[in-house]
């Protein structure tokens, strides 16, 4: 929950617990409320409450109706349900792509979280067998992600979007 939010709920409950308290007293026979609701500065003092309360009100309804866009992959063990976040998923498939040389620019997107699909674009490096190299990323990716996350991967879908237009770098030799 954010600070905003809990600013405007703790004024909120002020104001029930004031409004309940001013109930209180008219019901126990103190004349304070009823006096201000006789009052001539009603309207204004009146107006201006009530403008809070509405925008108070319409504030709780949009916290009521805000949900979470961020997804998650669910599964059950026999101690509870286990949710991990899509983003940590995406991210330890991008850690995996990255073990595999002649790879540049990779992305990852989950594309069902049900059944965990994966898709990968990635560019080459040239020189490289691209129909090994993408059954290498496919297996790398679905073994590293059901041994570091218990997630068992349904598909790796690799597509190729393009050739790196430089060489990976590679050590020079020592003499």
């Known amino acids: 929950m954010a600070n905003l939010d809990r ?9 029930l ?12 026979g103190n004349d304070i409320f009823v006096d201000w609701l006789q009052s001539p500065n009603l309207l204004f003092d009146g107006g201006i409450l009530a403008l809070i309360l509405v925008l108070l009100a319409f504030y709780l309804m949009v916290m009521i109706t805000r949900y979470e866009t961020r997804k998650f992959i669910v599964y ?12 940590c998923v995406q991210g330890l498939i991008m850690e995996a792509a990255r073990e595999l040389p002649g790879l540049e620019n990779v992305s990852a997107k989950i594309t069902s979280v049900e059944e965990p699909k994966v898709s990968l674009n990635v560019r080459v490096y040239p ?25 068992t991967i349904a598909e790796v ?17 020592s003499l």
Not at 76 to 86: D, K, M, P, T
Not at 131 to 141: H, I, K
């Open 76 to 87: 059950e063990r026999e101690l509870g349900a286990v949710r991990i976040s899509v983003d």
């Open 17 to 28: 617990v004031l409004n309940a308290g001013l109930l209180i007293a008219t019901i126990v």
């Open 7 to 15: 600013v405007f709920l703790g004024l909120i409950g002020v104001i």
């Open 127 to 151: 020189d490289y067998n691209i129909p090994q190299l993408s059954e290498e990323l496919q297996q790398n990716v679905k073994d590293y992600v059901e041994s570091t996350v218990g997630v």
């Open 157 to 173: 879908e690799v597509s190729v979007v393009g050739i790196s237009n430089k060489e990976e770098e590679t050590p020079e030799p």
